[in-house]
């Protein structure tokens, strides 16, 4: 269901949770380019619109949970946001599709 990370040397059960979600399942997900964050895209519970959303699996949990905070990168309502690319040469930009201008088509 979720995303759990760990040092390349060490035991499994030394991983840690980066996402709790409990109604669905993370599906897609994967390191930025610079390693720092753990990108992944998720809805709602099952509401099909999907949010981008960002991790640093070194922050600490938030208070009263185990997962560090994520940031949602596309923090708009009834959309669906999609990633199309992660350039390696330009690492600090997505290219990302959003159909908030009609629900049929996604822009870039």
Avoid: C
Wanted: no cysteine; charged share 30%; net charge negative.
């Amino acid at each position: 269901m979720n995303v759990w990370v760990k040092g390349i040397d060490d035991d499994f059960e030394e991983a840690w949770p980066v996402t709790a979600d409990t109604v669905r399942p993370v599906t897609t997900y994967f390191w930025s380019q610079d390693s720092r964050y753990i990108l992944y895209v998720q809805d709602d519970g099952g509401d099909e619109n999907f949010n981008i959303f960002a991790v640093d699996p070194r922050d600490e949990p938030e208070e009263g949970k185990q997962t560090p905070p994520a940031r949602n990168l596309t923090p708009l309502e009834d959309i669906r946001a999609m990633i199309y690319s992660v350039p390696r040469e330009t690492p600090d930009y997505m290219v990302i599709g959003l159909n908030d201008r009609d629900p049929q088509y996604h822009d870039v």
